[in-house]
């Protein structure tokens, strides 16, 4: 059974931080609902993701090039990109593709990331 650690009250009701996480809304008309959407911290491997650069990355200038006019500046943007949606960046062909595979690939290996919670390499056998 799910028990109330914390409660606040609000303008519009009751909020409360269960203590399997959850936050829980109740105003005075209606039962408690659920909130959905609350942002979690970034996990170590996501914010090293984050934190470089398609740009200073092993992806060579033209691929980089590329993911960066499309408004991807990040692995963690790159990582989050099913194969699909960067097949549709401008001028990136199969080639770039297979190249930022390979280049995530070996990162995720050498920094101990699982790359296969993220788009791009779901469904993989590793």
Excluded: H
Aim: hydrophobic content about 35%.
């Amino acid at each position: 059974m799910r028990k109330i650690i914390q409660i606040a009250t609000s303008a519009t009701g009751i909020v409360a931080l269960c203590d399997d996480g959850t936050l829980w809304s109740k105003c005075p008309i209606s039962e408690w609902v659920k909130i959905n959407g609350i942002p979690q911290p970034l996990q170590e491997d996501e914010q090293l993701l984050k934190n470089t650069s398609v740009q200073y990355s092993d992806l060579n200038m033209r691929t980089a090039n590329c993911l960066l006019a499309d408004g991807i500046k990040n692995m963690f943007d790159v990582m989050n990109k099913t194969e699909q949606e960067l097949r549709r960046v401008p001028n990136l062909g199969k080639r770039s593709l297979f190249e930022i595979k390979d280049v995530l690939s070996r990162f995720c290996a050498e920094n101990n990331i699982d790359k296969n919670k993220f788009s791009l390499f779901e469904g993989e056998q590793q």
